[in-house]
């Protein structure tokens, strides 16, 4: 580019920057909502927002059980048929509530799926995927892609590795960029979290805008939020690893009053804070904390004071874990017990310490003069199938796996292969992303999947995308490298799964894994229930009109047309 071009446009650039500050700045001197709280209550169905909320008889002794989120509802509009991204995995999940596109445009499918574009990373990531070679400028080799505990410095401890972090502070210096895929087109240069999504998020657009951006969340990878102008876009970022060794957290009490300062459940499974009905409430209260600092208008630790952000929020593990978990150490058992939801004593303890948590946030707001100008959202990266305990199947006990046909016949990528003995494995929990060696084998894989439906031996086919029924709501394999070859969505309740340890599992398309709560909560808005379809990945341009920000400034929303949510009285 000529410098006098360059120059000229670096002008206009930041003469574009200033300006939209400016008038983000008026308009937040005259809009009642001046902040935007997002939480995400990971496996939180619909149906369970009504149950707690309400009360169910066969629970709590009819009595409700999420007080808290309910006295939200009451200036809250409730979207009862809100859906989560397809697949509803938590990284796919997320980046549709951030950016609101769909895996199809922001190229975002799993934490761990695959890519044609990319090469292997140059250090084999603590979860097994094998480092391999890059060719700058040159071709790509293809590699599974991993954004997940397996990129830190050292997921076994809470603050990831960060050199010289404080006990539980590891965020983005917890990256090991060595353990990155790499992209060869840039020359080998790591794909980091935030360059990984293919969309703009509403983080990277209110930084922008002058306001100030904030989020907590499980893995140092979730600063995939940040896309679009990278980690500038994050003032505050937390992200206590919760696949480490479970310690002591000193000076931390749960919002129920348990102190974490020793480990809570010692007879626990320590090698993450996920097999503990106990220990992951102490891990969330990290999060929770962290949000109850920045409220006050502190960082996450409370070591430097800023200011309160513009939008800030959290993800909830403690519920996703209890719907799943089955804790053998002390023969206690999670999820529900029975297909109307009824929680079990375990979920139950879950189910009112998120409650606990945002009656915490509510009451911070209260004190510091903020509830009158914050929009509440509460939804969910993903839902948990199946509710009725009775339709759960783990089901490579008995049967078998389409990645693991497929293996088998030698159409799978090494590094996607169950035949690979220290690899990170494919893409299943229950769905089934198929990314094959090469896109003319479909055919065949496909014939080879159908011919072993059997839901005792084979792999409980539900249905199968491929060609057009694949190619509608995604993309053409061949013309992106980020779209599965073949997506396999499997009976209602089968599970990829030889474990023992669980009995729900989210990823696939079935109701229970996408309807998730949905609830925007105002001080002025007047209750309503909302009956209408709608997405999750709706809630970020709401987000953004929310604030007084253009929509249409994330770069889904024009591509994809995303929609403001309905009903909003500031649509």
């Not at 840039?186 to 360059?195: A, E, I, L, Q």
Request: aromatic share 8%; net charge negative.
């Amino acid at each position: 580019m000529n410098p006098t071009r360059r120059l000229r446009v670096g002008v206009s650039l930041l003469a574009l920057m200033l300006a939209t500050a400016a008038a983000f700045a008026q308009t937040s001197s005259t809009n009642p909502i001046q902040h935007v709280l997002l939480i995400s209550i990971d496996g939180m169905h619909a149906v369970d927002f009504l149950n707690c909320a309400n009360g169910i008889t066969t629970a709590n002794n009819g009595q409700p059980y999420c007080p808290a989120i309910a006295a939200l509802s009451t200036t809250g509009i409730n979207y009862v048929a809100a859906s989560t991204s397809k697949p509803s995995d938590s990284f796919p999940g997320l980046t549709a509530i951030v950016t609101g596109g769909s895996p199809a445009f922001t190229g975002v499918y799993y934490d761990v799926a695959y890519s044609r574009s990319y090469s292997a990373p140059a250090k084999t990531t603590g979860n097994g995927l094998g480092a391999g070679p890059c060719t700058p400028f040159g071709a790509a080799t293809g590699t599974t892609t991993e954004y997940e505990e397996g990129i830190d410095i050292d997921q076994t401890k809470v603050n990831g590795g960060a050199p010289g972090a404080a006990l539980t502070d590891g965020g983005l210096a917890s990256i090991d960029s060595s353990r990155l895929v790499r992209n060869p087109s840039t020359g080998c240069k790591p794909v980091f979290p935030w360059d990984f999504v293919r969309a703009n998020s509403i983080f990277s657009v209110i930084h922008a805008a002058g306001g100030y951006a904030a989020w907590s969340d499980k893995h140092p990878a979730y600063a995939s939020v940040a896309s679009g102008i990278g980690p500038s876009a994050l003032d505050d970022f937390y992200s206590p690893e919760i696949n480490s060794t479970v310690i002591g957290l000193p000076g931390v009490v749960t919002p129920t009053g348990v102190n974490c300062s020793s480990i809570v459940d010692s007879g626990a499974n320590l090698s993450a804070w996920t097999n503990s009905f106990q220990n992951i409430q102490c891990y969330d209260t990290l999060k929770v904390n962290a949000i109850l600092n920045e409220i006050d208008g502190w960082d996450h630790l409370r070591t430097k004071q800023t200011k309160v952000p513009t939008i800030f929020g959290m993800n909830f593990q403690a519920l996703s874990v209890a719907q799943k978990l089955i804790e053998k150490s002390n023969s206690t058992v999670g999820g529900y017990l029975d297909a109307q939801g009824t929680p079990s004593a375990a979920l139950l303890s879950e189910f009112q310490f998120v409650d606990a948590s945002i009656a915490a946030f509510v009451s911070e707001l209260q004190k510091q003069g903020l509830l009158s100008s914050t929009l509440i959202v509460i939804t969910a990266k993903h839902g948990q199938s199946p509710i009725d305990p009775s339709r759960y199947v783990g089901q490579t006990i008995n049967g078998t796996s389409p990645a693991t046909l497929l293996s088998n016949a030698g159409y799978l990528p090494f590094s996607e292969s169950t035949n690979n003995p220290t690899g990170i494995g494919p893409t299943e929990d229950d769905v089934s992303l198929l990314w094959l060696a090469s896109s003319a084998n479909t055919d065949a894989a496909v014939a080879l999947i159908e011919a072993n439906p059997s839901s005792t031996t084979g792999v409980g086919l539900g249905q199968i995308y491929n060609g057009p029924s694949l190619a509608l709501n995604y993309n053409n394999p061949t013309n992106d490298p980020r779209t599965p070859d073949i997506i396999v969505t499997p009976n209602v309740g089968v599970t990829y799964s030889g474990s023992t340890a669980k009995q729900e599992e989210h990823g696939g398309f079935s109701h229970d894994d996408t309807n998730v709560v949905l609830l925007l909560s105002f001080p002025t808005f007047q209750p309503r229930t909302v009956s209408a379809g709608v997405g999750t990945a709706q809630v970020a341009p709401t987000i953004l009109r929310a604030l007084g920000i253009n929509p249409s400034k994330l770069e889904a929303v024009r591509a994809e047309g995303t929609p403001v949510l309905p009903a909003v009285p500031f649509n």
